[in-house]
């Protein structure tokens, strides 16, 4: 009997999308599901494919169809389905064999995972994969972290069915342990950011020059052949143009502003406030994804203070573009920044170059800019983005843009909490003497946290009044 060259268990939109991409790729894919009737209808519906694909609706002849040493991937919903499934799956398999969750696994649990399985025999990989249901169908960007004795086994397989730019597989080994999934984690928040700042833009276009959607369509359409070329600014302009055929309205003027998030954005901004790492474009992201969910809240803060200004802005179109760009350098300076802390943190040793180049295709942030960035890192360096040579004059001529949009919507009460902080993150970076002296004054105060002084070493305390509560103050 024909055996399968590899395993995928969890047909939800990913999954079965990914099993026929392995199909397609020339592999034979052996299918589980816990709902039985999702692999009978897999295997009906794999058209010209069938040869490649085989499955059960039972765990155990599933495995009995693997050749070994076994790679099973996992591709259910992250969390506790995960652990369900490796708990049922690790009786069933054999030294040498391979579990590899494709899901999008918190870091930590990945990390646990792999210290669970410590000693079994049975090998872990976390895998990153980013593309949504298109990606997995015909070539996600696939991040790996394990032991790469063990990515060796599906090494074939993934490289394959990744998505290829330049003819180069997006899929590479990237570190031990969790760094496949912290990987993904921070593609995410920089997802979140940089979908925000378009947001954010389109509502200077609508709120502030009274643009209608269709103009801003013609817009994005018009930025996605120039350095914002990528794949969220060339779907914005999709969306922007679709029209509605319930109302005959443009589609984005009836959808909900309440957006959704399933938590991967708000890892990656829990992750940079416990690495120490500023990103706060990515937390402005994350929070601007909450403040859209209170929906009735802000409807009752309207009604408070008004709804601000409406088609008074003078800003020009290319302003916009360019502001895009800067606040695109700060989210990505922001987003490589905690890599390049994480790995130090954990020894990953993350290749920043090879990261940015497995994002330039199959993933939802893809785009011109990322060759750009793995340029930037190929000598190796993993000094933030803002002093690599080609971002250093790519943000001395697009700031100004970014600070006169940023002003513009301080004027004009449209709310940008993306690309101010992106700003005042640029501001801050740049400014060699910054304003928290005054912040150690104050620990020092009221801690006795001390401080240090310019040009001498050690650290120093300020006899300071003694303030008591009712007292005359000095
Ligand atoms: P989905 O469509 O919601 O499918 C969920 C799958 O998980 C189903 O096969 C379901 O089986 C299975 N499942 C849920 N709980 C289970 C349990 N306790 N035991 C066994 N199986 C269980 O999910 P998806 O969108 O394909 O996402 C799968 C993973 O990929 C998630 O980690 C997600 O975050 C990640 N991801 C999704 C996207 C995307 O665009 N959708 C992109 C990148 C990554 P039943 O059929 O029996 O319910």
Not at 7 to 29: P, Q
Not at 368 to 374: E, H, K, N, V
Request: hydrophobic letters at 45%.
């Amino acid at each position: 009997m024909q055996e399968a060259d590899i395993g995928l268990i969890g047909l939800g939109v990913m999954g079965e999308n990914l099993a026929l991409n392995i199909a397609d790729n020339g592999y034979t894919v052996a299918v589980y599901n816990r709902t039985a009737g999702k692999v009978d209808a897999f295997l009906d519906n794999a058209g010209p494919l069938r040869g490649n694909v085989m499955g059960s609706g039972e765990l155990a002849a599933f495995v009995g169809m693997l050749k070994r040493p076994r790679s099973v991937i996992i591709m259910v919903q992250a969390g506790d389905p995960v652990d369900a499934v490796i708990a049922q799956l690790r009786p069933l398999l054999a030294e040498g064999d391979v579990i590899i969750d494709a899901g999008n696994a918190n870091y930590h649990d990945t990390v646990r995972r792999f210290s669970e399985l410590d000693g079994t025999g049975i090998g872990f990989l976390g895998i990153g994969v980013s593309g949504g249901e298109e990606g997995a169908r015909h070539g996600p960007s696939i991040m790996v972290g394990g032991s790469e004795a063990q990515w060796k086994n599906a090494e074939a397989v993934l490289t394959a069915i990744a998505a290829k730019f330049n003819g180069e597989s997006c899929c590479a080994y990237l570190g031990t342990g969790g760094a496949g999934h912290f990987v993904k984690t921070i593609h995410n928040g920089i997802e979140y950011a940089d979908m925000q700042m378009i947001a954010e833009i389109y509502g200077v276009m609508r709120d502030g020059l009274g643009m209608t959607p269709d103009a801003c369509a013609k817009v994005f359409a018009d930025w996605n052949k120039g350095p914002l070329d990528s794949y969220l600014i060339e779907i914005t302009g999709h969306v922007l143009a679709a029209m509605d055929e319930k109302t005959g309205q443009p589609l984005v003027d009836v959808i909900v502003d309440a957006a959704g998030q399933k938590g991967t954005g708000r890892w990656s901004a829990i992750e940079a406030l416990n690495l120490g790492v500023s990103a706060t474009t990515i937390e402005g992201a994350v929070a601007a994804r909450s403040i859209s969910a209170i929906k009735a809240e802000r409807e009752r803060g309207e009604a408070l203070y008004g709804a601000g200004m409406k088609g008074k802005a003078t800003i020009s179109l290319e302003a916009l573009e360019k502001a895009l760009l800067a606040g695109k350098i700060a989210a990505y300076a922001q987003g490589f920044a905690v890599m390049a802390k994480a790995s130090e943190e954990h020894g990953w040793n993350l290749p920043l170059d090879t990261i940015a180049k497995i994002w330039r295709a199959g993933c939802i942030i893809r785009s011109r800019f990322l060759d750009q960035i793995s340029k930037a890192f190929e000598a190796g360096s993993s000094d933030n983005l803002l002093t690599q040579p080609s971002f250093v004059s790519m943000m001395t001529e697009s700031n100004g843009a970014l600070r006169a949009v940023v002003a513009t919507c301080a004027v004009n009460e449209l709310p940008a909490p993306c690309l101010s902080s992106a700003l005042a993150y640029f501001d801050a970076y740049r400014q060699g003497r910054g304003t928290t002296n005054l912040t150690q004054g104050q620990r020092d105060f009221f801690g006795a946290h001390g401080f240090r002084r310019i040009g001498e070493e050690g650290d120093f305390h300020h006899s300071w009044p003694s303030l008591v509560e009712g007292a005359q103050q000095p």
